[in-house]
């Protein structure tokens, strides 16, 4: 039986759909859940939400031995938590930077990703809607690397 899929959310996205809905739109975190899951297959999908740093970096450890591949938006710790960089620097599998929003197109402050450099891809600026995209594309990253 294939390992699930980690969905991987850090602070503040609790709020998705309450929060800054000009930026992330008004589709709350149970609703990409639920799409996340829908997407995912047999294989099944395991999907959190975290505010806390030290709460991410041990899923991201139990990621690395549970996981098959991993969808990961650190939030705001993306721009400056090198613990959280160090932990992903571990990730064997297929590992997805996600963003709902286009963080290029935002402040300088969002420029520069210390997650990039360990990621497999970067997706940011679809929307919520891309969370299910991305775990179909990890899903054929892990079957081929099946092959
Ligand atoms: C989500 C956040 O909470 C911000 O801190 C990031 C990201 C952008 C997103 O677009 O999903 O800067």
Known sequence: ??????VLNGPNLNRLG????EIYGRT???????RCKAAAGQEG????????????IGWIHEAIDESSALLINP?????????VMDALKMYP??????????????????????????????????????????VRILREMVDERAC
Request: hydrophobic share 40%; charged share 20%.
């Open 18 to 21: 309450l929060r800054e809905p």
């Open 45 to 56: 999908l395991v999907f959190r939400q975290t505010n806390s740093e030290s709460e991410l």
């Open 75 to 83: 939030a705001a710790f993306t721009f400056y938590s090198m613990a």
């Open 93 to 134: 599998h297929p590992m997805i930077e996600f963003h709902i929003s286009n963080v290029h197109k935002r402040e300088p402050m969002y420029h520069t990703s210390l997650v990039s450099p360990v990621a497999t891809a970067v997706m940011a600026g679809t929307g919520a809607r891309g969370y299910a995209h991305a």
């Open 28 to 34: 709350t975190l149970a609703e990409v859940e639920e």
């Open 1 to 6: 039986m294939r390992k699930p899929l980690y």
